[in-house]
């Protein structure tokens, strides 16, 4: 946005921002509030603080300060951001989101900085990595949380940790656990998802599946062709153990039932995969014109750690028709009856973080942080979904006029607007 068009939404963007004003005990403080959004939402060719600051008119230092040291409440202008999202945009088709973002960093003092995977870069690179999670129903989507991934040989290092700001609570966790909190919080704050999806990266910790199942919350999982499971459930016998004492049936299976295969085996060899005829579905119109993927699907077990039968999922196989090497394979606890259509429409919705993403990244700045203090990463992180939910908001009101346009335009015998996600 530039200059002309921030003038012209200040008056909604400082109702906007006065919803955040109880976060701030000071009105010295929330002063720089304005200041920082305006700054991420400008056409600044770099939104970190320091060009913020000089396009302001502000001490640099002040608005530095703002991030990493005035005392305010982060945590509470989280929460207002997902109450405010669950009472305003709740749907019943809703869908979570989770994955992760990186951004390539130099140096050694920002905090969590390391080499390590770069997806933004494709390769191995010394960057930062935070993990997200995002909303998004019918047209509108959104970041509702981000906490930086903290990777061991940080955590191990209590005096790097203590002279970056960061918490001496806060330890190594797998990008799963962190997660998984950030989907605690938000139910707390009221958010309800009809759907959680993600990819393999967290569809292979079967700890964070079952954690998902125990909160009665229907995911649709990218795995990988590692997974195993039935797709005849097996045979399974007791046998009393031979401890002294009371003698207790210890579960097993029979000797002739078959062990759990991998999936891209069950796909080659099982039957009721093999013998399935691909069926072709259109996931998504996109600007080359409609995708359409060829799936196959059946009921899956799941062993236990122990290699006992477990919970039954859904198992898609989904072929790209214009590649036929890629594969994707998803699992779903969602009841046995759920349309193969309503499967595939969450699974191919992690387009939406990934727009979040680039959005957050070209139009409010979410990659410019520069810094060496964790609590100023972490109000950044918050601060950009901030900026983006107005900058969402703002789009849903002009598609809204353009659909009443588009709409008289079909009434004259033009085209109406189509959905851009279909199953």
Known sequence: MDAREIRRMKPELTRYLNRFADCFSRKDTRAHLPVYVEGQLSDLPRKSAEPIALAAGVPVRTLQEFLSQLRWDEDALRTRLQTMVAAEHASSHSIGIIDETSDVKKGIKTPGVQRQWCGCAGKTENCIVTVHLAYAANDFHCLLDGELFLPESWAEDRARCQEAGIPDEMTYRSKWEIALEQYDRAIANGIAFEWLTFDEGYGSKGPFLRALSERRQKYVAEVPVTMTGWLTPPKVTSRRSQRTGRPARIPRLTKNSPRPQRIDELLNDHPKLRDQAWKKYR?????????????????????????????????????????????????????????????????????????????????????????????????HLILSSVSYLFLARMRAKLREKKSRSDDLSSARGGLGVGAELVA
């Open 283 to 379: 996931i998504k119109d996109g600007e080359k014109g409609p995708m359409v993927w060829e799936v196959k699907h059946a009921m899956l077990i799941r062993p236990t750690k122990q290699g006992l039968p477990d919970e039954r999922l859904h198992l898609l196989v989904a072929r790209n028709i214009l590649n036929e090497a890629e594969v994707k394979y998803f699992f779903s606890n969602a009841p046995e009856k759920t349309p193969v259509t309503t499967l595939l429409l969450v699974a191919f919705s992690r387009w939406r973080v990934e727009r979040c993403f680039q959005d957050q990244k070209q139009d409010i700045g979410l990659d410019a942080w520069e810094g060496r203090r964790y609590l100023g990463l972490k109000r």
